[in-house]
């Protein structure tokens, strides 16, 4: 594990350029942030804070960089999560219609329960599609994707 300074070093390199005054910002951010009396609320918010100066910068770009740095241990999910659901080969007519309804991979996927995958135009035949595929890579709906960061949580169409 990292030291406290090696974190924070790496933090403030992976911030784009900043002017002064936003660095003494961050430098306060990064010691609330670090700071063992603060409360989990309290420490969100001032990682919240810490990652507005990273804005250039993915969120798996972030990520990686906190994972490289020991910050956090390394989420542990199936890498399937990250497929898109194009490359799955589960029929063009239901990847549309989850694609329209701001689903696009396996891991935003098994995040949603049989309840919110009602849709218009998406039955019973559907659901049975989605199952199959899921059932073959010993998956299932309703799981719960703490840790997982989509590939590109700008997408939508």
Do not use: C
Request: charged fraction near 25%; aromatic fraction near 10%.
């Amino acid at each position: 594990m990292k030291t406290e300074a090696q974190i924070k070093a790496a933090i403030r390199k992976a911030a784009k350029p900043i002017d002064a005054e936003w660095a003494g910002v961050l430098d306060e951010e990064l010691d609330r942030l670090f700071n063992k009396k603060l409360t989990k609320l309290e420490r969100g918010t001032a990682f919240r804070a810490v990652m507005r100066f990273l804005e250039n910068s993915s969120p798996k770009e972030i990520a990686q960089m906190l994972l490289d740095v020991g910050f956090f241990e390394p989420a542990r999910y199936p890498a399937i999560w990250d497929m898109d659901l194009i490359d799955t080969g589960i029929g063009q007519r239901v990847i549309t219609v989850l694609n329209n309804n701001q689903i696009f991979y396996v891991g935003e996927l098994v995040s949603r329960t049989v309840d919110e995958l009602k849709f218009p135009g998406f039955g019973v035949a559907g659901k049975l599609i989605i199952n199959n595929f899921l059932g073959t890579h010993k998956l299932k709906l309703g799981t719960d994707t703490t840790g997982w960061i989509s590939p590109d949580p700008t997408r939508s169409y």
